[in-house]
């Protein structure tokens, strides 16, 4: 995003929920970032991470996707392993760590009550999503955590639900040469039931470094 795209989504109050709810936090934790979080990491990636929105102590309290919450733990520890990130941890936004051909955005950029934004907010916030995509080179890759990410991806292109459905693991051809990767969300319920493994996120990695290789 360019500066005026950054200034312009840190005053957004399009969702009327969102900025209420945004309110409230900040008035009950003053020294949060309770603000929409700005996208994290190389300015020209090769790999765009999807993610749903900010958590409520995580990306929200530090303005940093996946941020010091439980959501990032997986995440940046398999970024450092893939060669994405400078360290495999992600505490607050002076911590030191960097991202190289990697970057870091939500489908929504506010916290959502419940972590649940509705159908109405995913498309409101989808203009900053699509301007994201527009910018990346050809046959980069994107990696969706989670349905509701997948799901603004394709909303983003124009691109019909059915043709392209969600799946951990699945692939998808995409214009511009670009390629959808699918993963569950690294959320701390998923990690904790293991419906998400740190097996089965490499696996999701691996597939998409090698899809970077071939291209």
Known sequence: MNNGDTRGLLAC???????GHLAEVRRLHPDYHAKPVLPFGDEAPR???????????????????FTGDHAGVLLYETLHRFGFGSRADAVSPDDGLKLSGC??????????????????????????LKSELEVLSPRSAILALGAIAHQAV????????????FAHGAQHALP????????????????QTRRLTPEMFRHVFERTAEYLRSR
């Open 13 to 19: 109050r399009e969702c009327p929920r969102l900025a």
């Open 47 to 65: 790999l765009l991470i999807v993610g749903l929105a900010p958590g409520m102590h995580g990306a929200n309290r530090t303005g940093r996707p």
């Open 103 to 128: 970057r870091i955005t939500n489908a929504v950029k506010c916290l959502p009550p419940q972590n649940k934004p509705e159908p109405a907010e995913v498309r409101r916030c989808n203009v900053h």
């Open 154 to 165: 394709l909303m983003a292109y124009g691109l019909r639900r059915g043709d392209f459905v």
């Open 176 to 191: 511009a040469g670009h390629a959808l990767f699918d993963s569950y969300h690294c959320s701390r319920y998923n990690t």
